[in-house]
Nanobody
């Protein structure tokens, strides 16, 4: 059973940084994980994805130049480093995993079959 637990959200001023972790358990050798977000009244969207076991990453345009996704394999933790935060980054951030073997990852919501409970990020101007 895959378990994902996010933390590390919070409230920051514009220009600030956050680095929420996602601790994962029950996953396999090569698969996709990612961070997604959902703002009030908006659809859930992809932020960053990581191919665990392969190392490739991809960032949505909204985060390029500001966000980085990384993994600490020893700690079974996926991080989303968010710098230069903007008010429009305000959302609930979710960690997700597709525990089927994969070489490439994408932002398609339907491929991710496990989701964490989310962590709130609020950016004030």
């Amino acid at each position: 059973q895959v378990q994902l637990v996010e933390s590390g959200g919070g409230s920051v001023q514009a220009g600030g940084s956050l680095r929420p972790p996602c601790v994962y358990r029950g996953t396999y050798s090569r698969y996709c994980m990612g961070w997604f977000r959902q703002a009030p009244g908006k659809e859930r969207e992809g932020v960053a994805v990581f191919n665990i076991g392969g190392g490739s990453t991809d960032l949505a345009d909204s985060g390029k130049g500001r966000f980085t996704i990384s993994q600490d394999n020893a700690k079974n933790t996926l991080y989303l480093q968010m710098n230069s935060l903007k008010p429009e980054d305000t959302a609930m951030y979710y960690c997700a995993a597709d525990n089927r073997w994969a070489v490439r990852c994408d932002f398609s919501l339907s491929r991710y079959n496990h989701w964490g409970q989310g962590t709130q990020v609020t950016v004030s101007s």
